[in-house]
């Protein structure tokens, strides 16, 4: 059975006591997961301990990084390396995420880079693709995220790629006044699961966590998780809210 997740991505927001005030009200709600219902943290780095020590011994809460470098170590200032945040037994690492990718010039081989060290140093990546409203509006935004998953994560073993958790994020519904439908997001999602079918087998496919990241907000969630192909969410501005990530929480349960 694929584990559901409902995965928190701060990015840049937040003082400490923010932080750990939402973290409070978050885990106050008690909010009972299934066995293979899990909700992920991806906080900024100066709060991953603060954030481990908060869900330690809550079951199957766990805190993500939001990025590694694609090197283990070196003259690499301002960088956090896999190693590091293995060493803080920080169990997922959110990757490739859109914003990355055009902020900061990521690119499929550097993702493919990133995938191998945060795997080889035991940390499960959340390994973001979607496409731009260019790519959307000609049509070719199945080829576009087909290409970023060979790129980056064709070259895996089988047993590898079972360790990868994927995001899908339609960019071009991400502040743009556009919105994807839950049908929309089931037909990419569908796609993506059949192109890891193709490369590595229907059975493996189906055990692959394929996460949603437009705009997943308390009032949709339930809609959303409902499709077949969409294990959870990848959530955004809804994550700094507490009742609202609650919700998404709950629909995920």
């Given at each position: 059975?694929?584990?559901?997740?409902?995965?928190?991505?701060w990015k840049m927001n937040l003082r400490l006591e923010?932080?750990?005030?939402l973290l409070d009200a978050i885990l106050s709600k008690?909010?009972?997961?299934?066995?293979?219902?899990?909700?992920?943290?991806?906080?900024?780095?100066?709060?991953?301990?603060?954030?481990?020590?908060?869900?330690?011994?809550?079951?199957?809460?766990?805190?993500?990084?939001?990025?590694?470098?694609?090197?283990?170590?070196?003259?690499?200032?301002?960088?956090?390396?896999?190693?590091?945040?293995?060493?803080?037994?920080?169990?997922?690492?959110?990757?490739?995420?859109?914003?990355?990718?055009?902020?900061?010039?990521?690119?499929?081989?550097?993702?493919?880079?990133?995938?191998?060290?945060?795997?080889?140093?035991?940390?499960?990546?959340?390994?973001?693709?979607?496409?731009?409203?260019?790519?959307?509006?000609?049509?070719?935004?199945?080829?576009?995220?087909?290409?970023?998953?060979?790129?980056?994560?064709?070259?895996?073993?089988?047993?590898?790629?079972?360790?990868?958790?994927?995001?899908?994020?339609?960019?071009?519904?991400?502040?743009?006044?556009?919105?994807?439908?839950?049908?929309?997001?089931?037909?990419?999602?569908?796609?993506?699961?059949?192109?890891?079918?193709?490369?590595?087998?229907?059975?493996?496919?189906?055990?692959?966590?394929?996460?949603?990241?437009?705009?997943?907000?308390?009032?949709?969630?339930?809609?959303?998780?409902?499709?077949?192909?969409?294990?959870?969410?990848?959530?955004?501005?809804a994550s700094l809210q507490a009742d609202d990530f609650?919700?998404?929480?709950?629909?995920?349960?």
């Amino acid at each position: 059975m694929r584990k559901k997740i409902a995965a928190a991505n701060w990015k840049m927001n937040l003082r400490l006591e923010q932080g750990e005030q939402l973290l409070d009200a978050i885990l106050s709600k008690n909010i009972n997961l299934s066995a293979n219902s899990h909700v992920v943290f991806a906080v900024p780095f100066p709060y991953l301990q603060i954030a481990s020590s908060k869900v330690n011994g809550k079951q199957n809460y766990a805190v993500a990084a939001q990025n590694c470098h694609q090197k283990s170590a070196g003259a690499y200032t301002g960088e956090v390396s896999a190693e590091m945040l293995q060493s803080l037994q920080i169990p997922f690492v959110v990757l490739g995420h859109s914003e990355r990718r055009e902020y900061n010039g990521e690119t499929n081989a550097i993702l493919a880079e990133k995938v191998n060290e945060a795997l080889a140093k035991s940390l499960q990546p959340i390994f973001c693709c979607g496409e731009p409203l260019a790519i959307r509006e000609d049509g070719t935004q199945n080829a576009h995220v087909e290409k970023q998953l060979e790129e980056s994560l064709f070259h895996l073993t089988a047993e590898q790629i079972l360790q990868i958790v994927i995001a899908y994020e339609p960019i071009w519904a991400i502040g743009t006044g556009k919105t994807a439908t839950a049908d929309q997001a089931q037909d990419m999602h569908a796609h993506l699961r059949s192109v890891l079918s193709n490369k590595y087998g229907s059975d493996l496919a189906n055990q692959i966590s394929i996460l949603y990241g437009g705009s997943v907000k308390g009032s949709n969630a339930k809609e959303l998780f409902s499709k077949p192909d969409v294990d959870g969410g990848l959530v955004g501005g809804a994550s700094l809210q507490a009742d609202d990530f609650g919700l998404i929480i709950e629909a995920l349960a």
